[in-house]
């Protein structure tokens, strides 16, 4: 069986800015972008320019402390991943919502369809977006 192989997850060498934006990035309660993040920060009285809330969500994502999906337009949300295992989610496409859903059967799907293809070192993204109930009962 082809087994999917998760990359290595670099250290996380925070520095002082780069700790404000996962501190900010945490108290999120769902996926947010990096310019309504800076701007939450400024509001909040953080001396962070938005370059840095870029590189800082980079870094946090590659150290597998951040998700990071796509909306619509193609822009990149992010939201604090609380576990460090890979997660996958349901994400309101009005209120930007999340809701972490069982992986086990994606994480299944993909390594038969990797075996099946005759694939190996297989990584994947699967975006689930739809409208959540609360942005339903509004309309």
Same mark, same amino acid.
């Given at each position: 069986?082809?087994?999917?192989?998760?990359?290595?997850?670099?250290?996380?060498?925070?520095?002082?800015?780069?700790?404000?934006?996962r501190k900010s990035l945490a108290a999120s309660p769902g996926f947010v972008s990096a310019q309504v993040l800076h701007r939450r920060m400024v509001t909040e009285g953080g001396a962070v320019g938005l370059s840095t $809330?870029? /590189?800082?969500?980079? =870094?946090?994502?590659? =150290? @597998? !402390?951040?998700?990071? $999906?796509?909306?619509?337009?193609?822009? /990149?949300?992010? /939201?604090?991943?609380?576990?460090?295992?890979?997660?996958?989610? !349901?994400?309101?496409?009005?209120? @930007?919502?999340?809701?972490?859903?069982?992986?086990?059967?994606?994480?299944?799907?993909?390594?038969?369809?990797?075996?099946?293809? @005759?694939?190996?070192?297989?990584?994947?993204?699967?975006?689930?977006?739809?409208?959540?109930? @609360?942005?339903?009962?509004?309309?």
């Amino acid at each position: 069986m082809t087994r999917t192989r998760r990359t290595p997850v670099p250290a996380w060498r925070s520095t002082p800015q780069q700790a404000l934006v996962r501190k900010s990035l945490a108290a999120s309660p769902g996926f947010v972008s990096a310019q309504v993040l800076h701007r939450r920060m400024v509001t909040e009285g953080g001396a962070v320019g938005l370059s840095t $809330v870029y /590189r800082a969500l980079a =870094a946090l994502t590659g =150290a @597998g !402390l951040a998700d990071i $999906v796509r909306d619509d337009s193609g822009e /990149r949300l992010y /939201r604090h991943r609380p576990e460090a295992h890979h997660q996958h989610y !349901l994400v309101c496409r009005r209120c @930007g919502r999340s809701l972490a859903v069982d992986s086990e059967q994606v994480e299944a799907w993909a390594a038969r369809i990797a075996e099946e293809s @005759g694939f190996g070192d297989v990584h994947h993204t699967v975006e689930l977006a739809g409208v959540c109930a @609360g942005c339903t009962t509004v309309d």
